[in-house]
């Protein structure tokens, strides 16, 4: 077992992670996009029930989990097109492709559409990845071609049976769906190139735009490379109104589930009433991404000090 002292991650690894940070720079460079630095830091956070912050009691201040929130406060500023390399911290269990601090690469583009920010998704990973340009699939789609099922039209009974084999009884929809998502479709996924999911269920992307055409589904995305979840990218949402409204929704979901509430980002609230420009953004596990272009198996490997180091 290696010494607690010296780092996990061999120091080859961590100057491949240097280089792809230089990468990561250049791209957005010769794309005209600026980068910003927020606070780790902040005073409210996006109440999500499946995931869980860091929170500091004595000052009551949180660990944010994405800069998404301050992120759009500079894009309500008139900052332009936009990315961040951070740390972010969630409180979630430690694994194979899992850290409670981990490191994000998030960017945000005004003007663009979901399927303008895909491409630009797209083209960055073939330069990081020499990887084949990506598919693009539907949410719905994919879970009739594994499952059977349609997530919108199936009954719940179905899903609830579906789940029950993972030993899981009288889960809500959102839960089975993201539970079947992860066990039995994403393993599939980006096997031969990257693999794009888009146009999620309404209910479980919180800080996106509805689908026009269908106002039950989404503008979100994500990304898989391997069957891992790589990104996880949004048509903005920009209503004011409507977003306290899901926030709300979703801090009454947390409530139902016996999860603690936490108060809601007013700054951030602010910044949509003063206007955020139309615009597409996307976050990028940038730890899970240097363990596919080093080839390793463990989160580990490409950490120099993951949590039980710390």
Same mark, same amino acid.
């Given at each position: 077992?290696?010494?607690?002292?010296?780092?996990?991650?061999?120091?080859?690894?961590?100057?491949?992670?240097?280089?792809?940070?230089?990468?990561?720079?250049?791209?957005?460079?010769?794309?005209?996009?600026?980068?910003?630095?927020?606070?780790?830091?902040?005073?409210?956070?996006?109440?999500?029930?499946?995931?869980?912050?860091?929170?500091?009691?004595?000052?009551?201040?949180?660990?944010?989990?994405?800069?998404?929130?301050?992120?759009?406060?500079?894009?309500?500023?008139?900052?332009?097109?936009?990315?961040?390399?951070?740390?972010?911290?969630?409180?979630?269990?430690?694994?194979?492709?899992?850290?409670?601090?981990?490191?994000?690469?998030?960017?945000?583009?005004?003007?663009?559409?979901?399927?303008?920010?895909?491409?630009?998704?797209?083209?960055?990973?073939?330069?990081?990845?020499?990887?084949?340009?990506?598919?693009?699939?539907?949410?719905?789609?994919?879970?009739?071609?594994?499952?059977?099922?349609?997530?919108?039209?199936?009954?719940?009974?179905?899903?609830?049976?579906?789940?029950?084999?993972?030993?899981?009884?009288? /889960? *809500? +929809?959102?839960?089975? $769906?993201?539970?079947?998502? &992860? !066990?039995?479709? #994403?393993?599939?996924?980006?096997?031969?190139?990257?693999?794009?999911?888009?146009?999620?269920?309404?209910?479980?992307?919180?800080?996106?735009?509805?689908?026009?055409?269908?106002?039950?589904?989404?503008?979100?995305?994500?990304?898989?490379?391997?069957?891992?979840?790589?990104?996880?990218?949004?048509?903005?949402?920009?209503?004011?109104?409507?977003?306290?409204?899901?926030?709300?929704?979703?801090?009454?979901?947390?409530?139902?589930?016996?999860?603690?509430?936490?108060?809601?980002?007013?700054?951030?609230?602010?910044?949509?009433?003063?206007?955020?420009?139309?615009?597409?953004?996307?976050?990028?596990? /940038? *730890? +899970?991404?240097?363990? $596919?272009?080093?080839?390793? &198996? !463990?989160?580990? #490997?490409?950490?120099?000090?993951?949590?039980?180091?710390?």
């Amino acid at each position: 077992m290696t010494p607690t002292w010296q780092p996990t991650a061999n120091l080859d690894t961590l100057r491949l992670r240097a280089t792809l940070y230089n990468q990561i720079r250049d791209f957005f460079k010769s794309h005209q996009v600026l980068e910003v630095e927020t606070p780790i830091l902040s005073a409210g956070c996006v109440p999500d029930p499946m995931i869980e912050p860091f929170h500091i009691d004595d000052k009551h201040w949180f660990l944010h989990t994405s800069p998404e929130l301050a992120m759009k406060r500079l894009l309500a500023a008139g900052s332009g097109a936009i990315f961040q390399i951070t740390k972010v911290f969630r409180e979630e269990e430690k694994g194979r492709w899992h850290n409670p601090e981990f490191t994000l690469l998030e960017w945000y583009q005004p003007g663009f559409s979901q399927d303008d920010l895909i491409q630009e998704v797209n083209e960055l990973l073939q330069i990081l990845l020499h990887c084949p340009p990506a598919e693009c699939l539907t949410y719905c789609g994919v879970f009739e071609k594994y499952t059977g099922l349609h997530p919108l039209h199936s009954p719940l009974s179905a899903f609830q049976d579906y789940a029950a084999k993972f030993g899981l009884q009288d /889960l *809500d +929809r959102d839960t089975c $769906l993201q539970l079947i998502l &992860s !066990h039995e479709i #994403e393993p599939h996924l980006g096997q031969n190139c990257p693999t794009v999911i888009k146009d999620f269920p309404a209910t479980q992307a919180a800080l996106a735009r509805k689908c026009v055409d269908n106002p039950q589904l989404a503008e979100r995305f994500e990304v898989y490379v391997q069957g891992i979840e790589l990104a996880n990218g949004f048509y903005e949402l920009t209503d004011p109104v409507e977003q306290r409204q899901r926030f709300e929704q979703e801090l009454a979901k947390r409530q139902s589930l016996n999860l603690p509430t936490y108060p809601l980002d007013e700054r951030f609230l602010a910044a949509l009433a003063s206007g955020l420009p139309d615009c597409a953004g996307v976050a990028l596990g /940038l *730890d +899970r991404l240097l363990m $596919l272009i080093a080839d390793v &198996s !463990h989160i580990n #490997e490409v950490l120099a000090f993951p949590v039980d180091y710390a």
